[in-house]
């Protein structure tokens, strides 16, 4: 079993930055993938950025290519997604999950947390 909880979110104004932070309980969490998903209101949930159990493997959406960093620090159970030039459209609920198949897919994670809201302004 794998707990997650994220921090980091809030208010900002476009062109900014935020940086999220997923920690994990559990014993197994070094042995999971973990992916950062967001959903906007009134659209489906949407992929973000990945990275190996290891954090040597990255993968990120096109929309975010470049603006957005994720990373994680194993020893301190984990996940970082620094994101910068923010845009409006960056607004979402943002989900950090963890699972055992390398995917974009959000139905292929077993393990939620309970969201952290972005909201960024004009």
């Known amino acids: 079993q794998v707990q997650l909880v994220e921090s980091g979110g809030g208010l900002v104004q476009a062109g900014g930055s935020l940086r999220l932070s997923c920690v994990a309980s559990?014993?197994?969490?070094?042995?999971?993938?973990v992916t950062w998903f967001r959903q906007a209101p009134g659209k489906e949930r949407e992929f973000v950025a990945r990275?190996?159990?290891?954090?040597?493997?990255?993968d990120s959406a096109d929309s975010v290519k470049g603006r957005f960093t994720i990373s994680r620090a194993n020893a301190e159970n984990t996940v970082f997604l620094q994101m910068n030039s923010l845009k409006p459209e960056d607004t979402a609920v943002y989900y950090c999950?963890?699972?055992?198949?390398?995917?974009?897919?959000?139905?292929?994670?077993?393990?939620w947390g309970q969201g952290a809201q972005v909201t960024v302004s004009l």
């Open positions: 999950a963890a699972g055992a198949r390398w995917s974009r897919y959000w139905r292929d994670y077993a393990y």
């Open positions: 559990g014993r197994t969490f070094t042995a999971y993938y």
């Open positions: 990275i190996s159990s290891s954090g040597g493997t990255t």
